[in-house]
């Protein structure tokens, strides 16, 4: 025996006979057993998929703003909204590709909220930033619920397109 970790399907038993396999079955000390089980590493994201995913989702923003008047009235602005909070969703994920799904719901939404409930400071400085073209596509200037809604349907919708892309994979979508 000359690997300390003999379990059942260990490539090295094979070499080593059957009675190698029954000592193996039969020991009970946790350094001669099998490792516990964790839960199998996430495989991750595709970084280059979700850079891609954040930048149409930028345009698409960009362009429900642009080319208001081609959605419905009812609708407003929240179209943009909604798309915002989705690429923020996307973000996160580019950022940390081995997180769950449910991990990256709960830090997009939270960056969503935490964002327009800053809308509630106004302090000179923050005026500033939120004057300039970057600045108000980023944080916005008035605090509104509605928003909230809004980034809250935009996350769940990045969750489930998650979801439906790649249901059972760690990083993408079980356990979170």
């Excluded at 516990?36 to 703003?65: D, E, M």
């Excluded at 590709?97 to 449910?102: D, N």
Aim: aromatic share 14%; hydrophobic share 50%.
């Amino acid at each position: 025996m000359s690997s300390p970790l003999f379990w059942p399907g260990n490539p090295g038993l094979a070499a080593q006979g059957s009675f190698a396999k029954l000592v193996c079955m039969s020991q009970s000390s946790p350094s001669l057993t099998r490792p516990a089980q964790t839960s199998r590493p996430a495989r991750g994201r595709s970084r280059f998929g979700y850079a891609l995913a954040v930048l149409a989702t930028i345009a698409a923003g960009l362009a429900s703003r642009h080319y208001a008047g081609l959605l419905p009235a009812l609708l407003g602005k929240y179209p943009g909204d909604t798309l915002w909070a989705l690429m923020v969703f996307f973000a996160w994920g580019l950022v940390f590709p081995r997180f769950t799904s449910g991990r990256i719901t709960v830090l997009a939404l939270a960056t969503s909220w935490a964002v327009e409930f800053l809308k509630l400071w106004q302090s000179p400085a923050w005026s500033v930033i939120r004057h300039s073209s970057i600045g108000h596509l980023i944080f916005g200037h008035v605090f509104s619920w509605q928003n909230l809604v809004a980034y809250a349907l935009g996350v769940g919708a990045g969750w489930l397109i998650e979801r439906m892309i790649n249901p059972f994979d760690a990083g993408a979508g079980n356990g979170g």
